[in-house]
């Protein structure tokens, strides 16, 4: 019940409806939960709606983790 | 997100995986209530990866099809079946289940009437404001990550005077099945993944109760590989260090507080109620209704279903409950495998393509791990 | 099942055991029995027929001319003839306007001028308005026997080769259908096939154009009919971008994903190389890739493998329903 996507905002109108970039496709969203959110943030999408924004340095932590944990010599 | 799936990390994760395994007095079960997070265990052939690491993978209730009691989908069958000119807009995951009056997929429409998958319930409003002469009903299922979006739709509904708009609602909530598949006390896990898109909306809070007051650990998490993995490990240290609590591991979607706008929309448009689960039986304050100032879109009463909580009837032997409770697993129900079988499934664990049993079925028939 | 449901038509169980428990034995004969996608007669004569029917008519990348042109020549490429002649019905619906049928005619004929097969025979049947869905074609193709699959001499080490990136039809229909909210640039991959006879005389065991119930279904019917099991890489599966994020978006499968213009490969181990060389020396075959093998090493015969991206290993199993966007 969770099937949801990262995206960046690209077009985002007063009344809460615009769109995502998501790899490349272009995406109807609306943004009405996440008020807070602007033009060329990341947000979580599910069933056309953004649910959260991402948080990107938490996400490029994640991301540098796993770099370094598949750059690791094998014991 | 390409990192969280290096087989190199995730080889790596396995690893610390196994090892604080190993370290705890029993072979730890760990428990997700997440039909996403079944679906991703699956599709990257994790489970029998974390089963070598020593870590069994069970499934909770967290599939909205396994629990929708079959009352409710023979509802909607009955909506599309039965009246005229009807448009039935709903996501494909509730498609599939068999009931006795067959499934939606194989459903015919009545005169005039389609059933419409949608992505969005955006969809089934614009279908409403573009044909005013239909009766457009959105199949609204599902738990706190599609809630919101639920409640959003029938407010613009109202706002819009959309008359010919209404949803047929499915709308389930997570911390009370958890507190009742606790409390029943059959349960033998050693921790909970907790699922990481309705902890965006509920944030950590709702899941205290399970550390607090029955001692087991827990961590919210993404659904990438890596994301599944790093909170697996975090169950095991939590269990090993004798300190549980609920884990933030997927702190870059969602934050502790959840999602306070949404939520205040689903206390808007919503109430909650003493739902019947199937398989479950009624847990209190479980499903969501509508409040009575949008009664006017709910379509239950506007076409005369049958009341939510009708639980309806299961097969004789049929003990997807227990599986849902994780009190046994698929193995453990005699129909699994004999008389229950994906393309003659007899409940709704073996329809959906994350139920507990259509998965352990295609596993067992898997061999040992990659060459 | 008392009445035709729209799942019978989809490529999935429901149309293979009706196809196994009605149609079999109906006509059962050593040839029908094959199932092929084109069946070899009496005098170098291979024969196959196939109906089109798609909402909506065009789309980005082809429309259901095109379609009705290439899908039967490639039934008879992978089948292991070499197409010549197609014969053309059309049931068409009152009221239907007369320019959408010419913009179908011409495509029909670019597509026939393309694929170097001629129109030789045909017919046209109007029905009451409301009575058919705009445009219903029929195609049935003749083609010269060149080569005939060998199922049985598919060996251990023998590859798999893909032709190139799934999918792209499939979505390219479903958001021609402007379902979902999702716009990308992905085209249809409608195309003839005929680049891949030249590799029936250089030892080629099986192919098989991946249509309805895309790579898994198709891969899952030849795995039934060998003694190894077949194991795919995940990470060696092509895809386009609209693709993996339509899939990772809506929830859908691309290994369940249709092609019209992509096809499975059986090469001897030998050859592989040589193979992948002449496909990928087609323009539409830039992207084609081994993305697996027949092999004794992991499974049981009749499986169909794959080893997913992350290291693990799952059954992949044929299309049991229509593919659908899902939430969970």
Redesign the interface.
Same mark, same amino acid.
């Given at each position: 019940?969770? @099937?949801?996507v990262?995206a960046k905002i690209t077009r985002l109108e007063d009344s809460g409806q615009g769109t995502v970039d998501y790899m490349g496709s272009e995406v109807?969203a609306?943004f009405? @939960?996440?008020?807070q959110a602007r033009l060329g943030d990341w947000v979580?999408i599910?069933?056309?709606?953004a649910?959260?924004l @991402?948080?990107?340095g938490?996400?490029r932590?994640? @991301?540098q983790l796993?770099?370094e944990?598949?750059?690791?010599s094998?014991? | /997100?390409k990192? #969280?799936?290096?087989?190199? *990390?995730?080889?790596?994760?396995l690893?610390d995986i196994g090892e604080k395994a190993r370290l705890l007095p029993r072979p730890p079960r760990i428990m997700e209530v997440?039909?996403? $997070?079944t /679906?991703a265990l699956?599709? $990257?052939? #994790?489970t029998? #990866?974390l089963a070598e690491a020593g870590v069994e993978m069970v499934s909770g209730p967290?599939?909205?099809?396994c629990i929708t009691p079959a009352g409710i989908h023979e509802a909607a069958i009955s909506l599309v079946t039965e009246k005229e000119g009807l448009t039935l807009a709903t996501?494909?995951?509730m498609?599939?289940v068999p009931t006795r009056k067959g499934s939606l997929?194989?459903?015919?429409p009545a005169p005039g009437s389609r059933l419409k998958?949608?992505?969005?319930?955006?969809?089934a409003l614009e279908e409403a404001r573009r044909e005013p002469s239909r009766q457009v009903v959105f199949f609204g299922a599902?738990?706190e990550?599609?809630i919101?979006?639920i409640a959003?739709t029938a407010k613009r509904a109202a706002a819009e005077g959309l008359g010919n708009f209404s949803v047929l609602p499915a709308l389930w909530l997570i911390p009370p099945a958890l507190r009742a598949i606790l409390e029943a006390g059959e349960i033998a896990v050693s921790g909970f993944l907790y699922?990481? $898109?309705?902890s *965006?909306?509920i944030g950590a809070e709702p899941y205290e109760f399970v550390a607090r007051d029955h001692g087991l650990p827990g961590a919210i998490a993404g659904?990438e590989?890596?994301d599944i993995l790093l909170a697996v490990r975090s169950v095991l240290e939590q269990a090993a260090a004798g300190t549980p609590r609920v884990a933030l591991e997927y702190?870059? *979607? /969602?934050?502790a507080g959840g999602?306070p706008? *949404?939520r205040a #929309?689903m206390e808007e448009v919503f109430e909650p109620f003493d739902a019947a689960w199937r398989g479950l039986g009624t847990i209190p304050a479980s499903g969501l209704r509508f409040r009575e100032r949008f009664a006017g879109f709910d379509a239950t009463p506007k076409f005369g279903l049958a009341r939510p909580g009708s639980a309806g009837r299961d097969l004789p032997g049929c003990r997807c409950g227990d599986v849902l409770r994780g009190v046994i697993r698929p193995e453990g129900c005699r129909l699994f495998g004999t008389k229950c079988l994906?393309?003659s499934p007899l409940g709704p664990c073996m329809v959906s393509?994350?139920g507990a049993c259509l998965i352990h079925f295609?596993?067992g028939?898997?061999?040992?791990?990659?060459? | 099942?008392k009445?035709v449901?729209?799942?019978l038509g989809s490529g999935g169980?429901l149309m293979r055991d009706f196809i196994a428990g009605t149609i079999l034995p109906s006509f059962g004969n050593p040839v029908l029995d094959e199932l092929s996608d084109a069946s070899h007669l009496p005098g170098g004569i291979a024969f196959t027929t196939d109906s089109y029917v798609v909402d909506p008519l065009f789309f980005p990348g082809g429309d259901i001319g095109r379609l009705a042109v290439n899908g039967t020549v490639n039934d008879l490429v992978v089948a292991g003839a070499e197409p010549k002649f197609l014969s053309l019905a059309f049931i068409l619906e009152e009221g239907l306007d007369l320019n959408v049928l010419g913009r179908v005619i011409r495509s029909i004929r670019a597509a026939a001028r393309t694929a170097n097969v001629r129109i030789v025979t045909g017919d046209t049947k109007v029905v009451r308005r409301g009575q058919g869905d705009k445009i219903y074609i029929n195609t049935a193709g003749i083609g010269r026997s060149i080569a005939r699959p060998r199922v049985r001499k598919i060996r251990p080490g023998d590859k798999v080769i893909l032709t190139g990136t799934l999918g792209d039809h499939s979505l390219a229909v479903m958001l021609a259908r402007g379902?979902?909210?999702?716009s990308s640039s992905v085209r249809s991959d409608c195309a003839p096939l005929l680049f891949l006879l030249p590799l029936w005389k250089k030892g080629a065991l099986w192919m098989r154009d991946v249509t309805r119930g895309g790579l898994a279904t198709v891969l899952c019917e030849l795995a039934e009919r060998l003694r190894y099991p077949i194991?795919v890489e995940e990470d060696k599966v092509p895809l386009s971008r609209p693709v993996l994020a339509a899939s990772e978006?809506?929830?859908i499968d691309p290994f369940y994903m249709a092609c019209e213009g992509k096809a499975v490969v059986i090469a001897p181990k030998a050859q592989v190389g040589e193979f992948l060389r002449l496909i990928r020396n087609h323009p539409l075959g830039r992207k084609a890739a081994v993305i697996g093998e027949v092999q004794d090493?992991?499974?049981?015969p009749g499986?169909l493998?794959?080893?997913?991206?992350?290291?693990?290993?799952?059954?992949l199993?044929p299309l049991?329903?229509?593919l659908?966007?899902?939430?969970?």
């Open positions: 019940m969770c @099937l949801a990262p109807k609306n009405s @939960l996440v008020p979580i599910h069933a056309g709606f649910i959260s @991402l948080d990107e938490e996400a932590e994640t @991301l796993f770099k944990m598949g750059a690791a094998r014991r | /997100m990192e #969280l799936r290096d087989p190199k *990390a995730i080889r790596r994760l690893g997440c039909g996403t $997070h /679906m699956f599709r $990257h052939g #994790l029998p #990866l967290g599939c909205p099809v996501f494909g995951d498609t599939r997929q194989t459903a015919v998958i949608v992505y969005s319930p955006e969809e599902g738990f990550t599609t919101p979006a959003f699922p990481g $898109h309705v *965006a909306i659904f590989p890596g702190s870059r *979607a /969602m934050r999602n706008v *949404a #929309l994906p393309d393509y994350e295609k596993y028939r898997t061999r040992r791990s990659s060459p | 099942m009445k449901s729209l799942e169980r379902d979902f909210g999702l194991l978006l809506l929830g090493r992991v499974g049981k499986e493998l794959l080893q997913t991206a992350t290291g693990g290993l799952r059954l199993e049991t329903s229509e659908l966007p899902r939430i969970c």
